[in-house]
């Protein structure tokens, strides 16, 4: 894949131990990306690296809290200690919700989703900024479709995604002209540990995902749109045709697509 953009190129991916993030993880060694890759558990994600190192290419594990500032820029710092530079940042690293809001007994999770899907990003996104100005790299960031629309039982996870729209949509107005591209991912439903480790309404992990994890799209086809989308340095990209449509949809019949969003939090898929 010598014709890939991403062969050689110097890529710092957070969430990079499980699910979409190691999919991405695997398809950018597979193209000859040099990796840093961040997760808070370290075993996971050292097996990760030690997969991308077997298929050939540089892939370092640097274990990360996002929502940490002081462990996000030391993060950034260690990408370009290694490989004088950033072409590509992925910020993948996310938790979810799983409960109506009047279920909860805890706001704690509110505040931890935002610290680290929010601010995980914005922190990562600050400090590694001047790496791809200078390189006029790719900034990614994986949002959801609940980025776009409400989702009942995603109050928490849906205000963070809209948050991260809301940043990277002004950032790239911002980077115009610059050389950096703004690309944000909206997934619908993937296969992943993310409902696993949602938190539930007493703000612990729900254990096991209430999702049809067999019927939805698969991690290794999610990440393959988001990076084929980050190659042609497109604004965004919404990977499932349900999210698409419900884009236009939404214009026409907002209340129609309140029903699907319920509907497919009934069904898990
Ligand atoms: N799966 C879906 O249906 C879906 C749909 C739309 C959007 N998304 C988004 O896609 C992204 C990837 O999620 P996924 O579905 O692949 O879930 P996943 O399998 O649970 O992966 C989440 C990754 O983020 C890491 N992470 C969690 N908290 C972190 C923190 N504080 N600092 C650094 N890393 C952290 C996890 O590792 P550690 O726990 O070891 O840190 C793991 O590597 C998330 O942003 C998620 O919101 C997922």
């Not at 990360?64 to 992925?90: F, Q």
Request: glycine share 10%; with cysteine.
């Amino acid at each position: 894949m010598s014709s890939s953009p991403f062969a050689g190129a110097r890529v710092v991916l957070t969430g990079a131990s499980t699910g979409i993030g190691r999919a991405m993880a695997l398809e950018l060694a597979g193209a000859g990306a040099r990796l840093v890759l961040a997760a808070r558990g370290r075993d996971a994600l050292e097996a990760v690296a030690a997969r991308c190192r077997e298929l050939g290419t540089a892939a370092e594990a640097v274990p990360t809290d996002v929502g940490d500032e002081a462990a996000a820029r030391r993060l950034i710092e260690r990408a370009v200690e290694l490989h004088g530079g950033i072409d590509m940042l992925v910020n993948n690293a996310g938790r979810t919700l799983w409960s109506r809001f009047d279920e909860l007994e805890t706001l704690e999770p509110f505040r931890e989703l935002m610290r680290v899907n929010y601010f995980g990003s914005v922190y990562c996104t600050y400090h590694a900024l001047p790496h791809l100005k200078a390189s006029r790299g790719r900034l990614v960031a994986v949002s959801s479709l609940t980025g776009k629309t409400g989702v009942p039982t995603r109050s928490g996870y849906a205000a963070t995604k809209h948050a991260m729209a809301g940043f990277f949509d002004s950032l790239r107005i911002e980077l115009a002209g610059s050389g950096v591209s703004v690309t944000v991912a909206y997934p619908d439903f993937v296969a992943s540990e993310t409902r696993k480790n949602a938190f539930g309404p007493d703000g612990r992990p729900l254990g096991e995902s209430p999702v049809a994890e067999g019927k939805v799209m698969t991690a290794e086809r999610c990440a393959r749109l988001i990076l084929r989308a980050a190659a042609a340095r497109r604004r965004e990209v919404i990977p499932s045709f349900r999210g698409r449509f419900g884009q236009w949809l939404k214009l026409l019949s907002p209340a129609l697509v309140d029903r699907i969003a319920r509907r497919a939090i009934a069904r898990g898929r």
